[in-house]
């Protein structure tokens, strides 16, 4: 993280519970701490909402669970969802993310309010806030 200069610290927040957590960082070896916000305060402190299961997941996608749906699938494990290898969401899939950039003051310097999972601002733009906060 030497790219963001001297000082700049770096944290991922997430809502998930210890036990998810130690699977991801098994398969995501970060440089950075990940810090727990279970009660969600922080999303809610930023203002991030939840997005609409079309925006979340698509047409497709929320056209086939609502068939798995109906099928009884997501009750039980069985039906439809186990033979399509779908388990029933352990967390809030609908909660919406974002990338912040917080100056030494503690003051928000730079917001980017996701409007879906996929929705989030380039490598290069975070840099960018960061080098930003050294000029200013």
């Not at 770096?10 to 210890?18: C, K, P, S």
């Not at 701490?33 to 079309?54: E, F, Q, T, V």
């Not at 997501?74 to 950039?101: I, N, S, Y």
Request: aromatic content about 8%.
């Amino acid at each position: 993280m030497t790219e963001l200069g001297p000082g700049t610290e770096v944290a991922l927040i997430t809502f998930t519970d210890r036990t998810n957590l130690v699977g991801y960082r098994a398969t995501n070896p970060l440089p950075f701490p990940i810090l727990i916000d279970a009660d969600r305060s922080a999303y809610r402190a930023l203002g991030l909402g939840r997005g609409s299961i079309g925006r979340v997941y698509g047409l497709q996608a929320a056209r086939r669970y609502l068939e798995i749906i109906r099928s009884g699938g997501l009750t039980g494990g069985g039906g439809l969802a186990k033979a399509a290898g779908v388990l029933r969401p352990t967390e809030d899939p609908l909660q919406l993310g974002g990338d912040f950039v917080i100056d030494a003051e503690g003051t928000l310097a730079y917001g980017f309010w996701g409007r879906g999972p996929d929705d989030r601002p380039s490598v290069d733009e975070l840099v960018e806030a960061v080098a930003a906060l050294g000029s200013g």
